[in-house]
């Protein structure tokens, strides 16, 4: 589960988020690409090639859409609790 704590500086507010690879619990992004190569509206990538939330989605196709991620993202460091 992605700690909440550890949110990536650069995301835009709201509910789901990227956690920073700094994250001291390890779940911090591994910059391995699924997130924003998946959904490139809603995540991009930072100097290093970690993630951050770009924009929030709205309508259900769109959460829907960021959920695939979150649940792909072989970290677990996206989250939608935020
Ligand atoms: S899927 Fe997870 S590990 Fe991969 S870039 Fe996105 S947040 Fe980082």
Not at 2 to 20: L, S, V
């Amino acid at each position: 589960m992605a700690n909440k704590e550890a949110k990536h500086a650069k995301n835009i507010d709201g509910k789901f988020y990227c956690t920073d690879p700094d994250d001291e619990n390890g779940e911090g992004c591994i910059a391995c690409n699924v997130c924003y190569t998946g959904a490139p509206d809603f995540f991009g990538e930072d100097e290093d090639g970690n993630a951050f939330v770009i924009k929030q989605p709205d309508s259900d196709d769109e959460i829907a859409l960021c959920m695939e991620q979150l649940e792909a993202c072989p970290v677990a460091s996206i989250g939608e609790d935020g």
